[in-house]
């Protein structure tokens, strides 16, 4: 019986460990600037972030590393009217350097999805390996009317 207990104290230690290592104080932490690109059913191209420049449809959010893609969701839903509906699907992408090509690369991040819980709601920007001065390439997919025509007919008796 002892040693179940102390399997469990320790396994306990650990998450604690775990949880203050993530989290960051965001009353005494700055927060970074997040620059966020979001197009719809698609990525921005590549060729959209060369030579310095960058899409026109930017949005500058203020947050910190263990913001998880759930909350840039919700900050993005607030502001663009066309991903609010239910169903809408969030594919995060991560911008960066790539020092061997001096050009830029991209990574995928994660997906969500308006409301319905998914794997990579919890992710931060953090576990994603996300450095100051990368960006977020955001394409938003709305639900496809046919798929909502087709889902309602299987409730019709005919």
């Known amino acids: 019986m002892a040693t179940g207990t102390v399997e469990s104290a320790v396994a306990v230690r650990l998450e604690e460990n775990r949880e203050t290592e993530k989290s ?3 009353e005494k932490t700055c927060p970074l600037l997040l620059r966020v690109f979001c197009a719809m059913g698609r990525h921005h191209s590549l060729g959209d972030y060369a030579r310095g420049s960058v899409p026109a449809t930017e949005l500058q959010i203020y947050t910190w590393t263990d913001a998880t893609l759930l909350e840039i969701t919700g900050l993005v839903r607030e502001v663009n009217y066309e991903a609010r509906r239910r169903g809408t699907r969030f594919s995060f992408a991560q911008i960066y350097p790539d020092r061997s090509t001096s050009s830029m690369s991209r990574r995928e991040i994660g997906t969500t999805v308006s409301g319905e819980r998914g794997p990579d709601d919890m992710k931060t920007l ?5 450095t100051i001065g990368d960006y977020i390439d955001i394409a938003i997919t709305p ?3 046919n798929m909502n025509n087709q889902s309602n007919r299987r409730f019709r008796p005919y």
């Open 24 to 26: 960051v104080d965001r």
């Open 126 to 130: 953090k576990q994603c390996r996300f």
């Open 143 to 145: 639900p496809s009317r």
